[in-house]
């Protein structure tokens, strides 16, 4: 598998039709982030089952000049959403589908809001109608993807009959075949009314009132008031100096700063070859310790427990990765979160670099669907707890723990990469695969094809397992059984749980090498 190069700007996303959206823009002239705000609206509305504008996103931003910026565009429980309300309707846990799953602002958008301000800020001239033209058009009729198509479906009966979902994405009384006709009108209408009425819309004009229309109208905990006070916030990243580069990601509430510290405790190890026992074993064993961290580091950033700076210190990283017995498979001590999301990539010719990720959580989010905006609202707000004493306790305002983060890496040789994966809990472990294949062969493609493990328990599963995509080499599989690793082989072939990654590097010179994942349906694309 080679690894397209582009000699300007390129663009990597899982689906194909969010790609060429980015590099129509890019062709036309767009930067990097207007590129990415029209992959996100084209991407929203083919990949329904990952990602959509009631969900929520983060992106990290690299301007050519060196400095970077995170958007968080995470939304906040509503007024709603306390914990006596759940525990009074006779609920132990948050529901996983329904109105109740839909407890948290729609944040993506505000993103888009805030990332077009930053867009112009750097010389982005392009109209929202340009920037939205390609997803309005898709809405109205585009292919259903093989992801989509092929979908296993968690808590499946309580997801269909969500209020709205089975007109929005049943044909013939069932989920459409791979390249059946697909459309959501109303979504393009939207769509279109932002273009022409400007984001803002969405949380404090016409679309608000319709949203918050609906969502009193199905019972979910959000009102108008939540809206209307929503704002994305731009934050300062974290960063991992480490030799040779520095690793950035996006700060608590999400899963960054397990993201660094996986790939600083693997740094310690001392690795050098890849495909060895001692690369899969040792990104296996520091996923677990990192993650392990999860519930204390992962809060909202007004609510914080654990001090970032302290998780990324020498001292810290170097007395974890002792902890890691290169000849024995560690127990897992937490719960892991299983997420569906999307991951998209963009540069551009003056160096502008984003790393981007959206998501409705779980696959299809909460299953609802607005029907005066055609809407489908994400359940990122399950990962709350009804426990008062829990890290992450459910609170009105109060922004969740996040799988979602997006990486950047700055190389001391000039080289520019940004990178990234989908995934739940398992977006730290296949981000950390990618990145040291990388590093080990600097081949992009082949790093992205190559198999990949997840280490997790499947929903409703009694344990957790070692899950390994089935063209590892058999004798490391069996090494890997030997030190106590319980495994699970996967023979499926390229299949969605082992993610959707991509990378672009862009080098000294000006090229840009790009890939997207064989395991999605996207790819490349550039000028």
């Not at 273009?195 to 199905?218: K, N, V």
């Not at 405790?265 to 996923?287: C, D, K, N, Y």
């Not at 489908?376 to 707000?381: I, P």
């Not at 397992?465 to 089935?470: A, F, N, P, Q, R």
Request: charged share 25%; aromatic share 8%; net charge neutral.
């Amino acid at each position: 598998m080679e690894t397209p190069t582009f000699s300007q700007a390129a663009v990597a996303a899982p689906h194909i039709d969010a790609a060429r959206a980015g590099k129509a823009i890019l062709a036309e002239g767009g930067n990097a982030i207007e590129a990415m705000l029209a992959m996100a609206a084209t991407i929203a509305v083919v990949y329904p089952h990952m990602n959509g504008i009631g969900g929520d996103g983060f992106w990290t931003i690299r301007e050519p000049g060196g400095r970077v910026r995170v958007i968080e565009a995470c939304g906040f429980a509503g007024a709603k959403a306390t914990i006596a309300s759940y525990r009074d309707a006779g609920h132990d846990i948050i529901p996983r589908r329904g109105p109740l799953a839909a407890l948290t602002v729609p944040g993506a958008v505000g993103g888009w809001m805030l990332a077009q301000e930053f867009a112009r800020s750097l010389g982005g001239r392009l109209p929202g109608r340009t920037l939205l033209h390609d997803a309005i058009e898709k809405a109205r009729g585009y292919r259903q993807s093989k992801s989509e198509a092929r979908y296993k479906h968690r808590e499946q009966q309580a997801l269909y009959a969500a209020p709205g979902f089975a007109p929005t994405f049943f044909l013939h009384g069932k989920i459409p075949a791979a390249a059946e006709s697909r459309r959501n009108a109303k979504l393009g209408d939207t769509l279109a009314h932002l273009a022409d009425a400007g984001i803002e819309d969405f949380y404090r004009g016409d679309i608000a009132r319709e949203i918050a229309a609906d969502l009193e109208r199905i019972g979910a905990p959000v009102v108008r008031d939540d809206l209307a006070r929503y704002q994305a916030v731009l934050r300062d990243p974290l960063r991992l100096d480490m030799p040779g580069r520095v690793q950035i990601n996006t700060p608590p509430p999400t899963v960054g700063i397990i993201s660094l510290i996986t790939l600083g405790m693997f740094a310690q190890l001392g690795v050098t070859r890849p495909e060895t026992f001692e690369h899969i074993h040792g990104l296996v064993e520091a996923s677990k310790r990192a993650l392990a961290l999860r519930d204390a580091a992962c809060v909202d950033f007004d609510f914080p427990r654990l001090d970032p700076a302290g998780l990324l210190a020498p001292k810290f990283l170097a007395r974890e990765a002792a902890k890691i017995d290169m000849t024995r498979a560690a127990s897992w001590p937490i719960a892991p979160e299983e997420g569906d999301t999307i991951w998209m990539g963009a540069i551009d010719a003056s160096g502008l670099a984003v790393s981007y990720i959206q998501s409705l959580f779980w696959e299809y989010g909460s299953g609802c669907v607005l029907p005066a905006t055609g809407i489908l609202l994400q359940n990122r707000g399950v990962s709350f707890s009804l426990d008062e004493s829990h890290p992450n306790a459910l609170q009105p305002g109060k922004k969740t723990m996040h799988t979602l983060n997006a990486p950047l890496c700055v190389f001391d040789d000039g080289r520019i990469m940004s990178y990234g994966s989908m995934g739940g809990d398992g977006q730290p472990q296949f981000q950390a695969q990618i990145f040291s294949r990388y590093l080990m062969t600097g081949d992009i493609a082949g790093s992205i094809d190559a198999p990949r493990f997840r280490f997790d328990k499947r929903w409703g599963a009694p344990r957790a397992t070692l899950k390994l995509e089935d063209r590892f080499d058999p004798s490391l599989v069996a090494r890997l059984d030997q030190v106590g690793h319980e495994i699970e082989m996967i023979r499926d072939g390229f299949v969605d749980q082992f993610g959707h990654a991509g990378m672009l590097v862009r080098h000294r010179d000006g090229r840009i090498e790009a890939a997207h994942d064989p395991r999605g349906d996207g790819g490349a694309e550039g000028i």
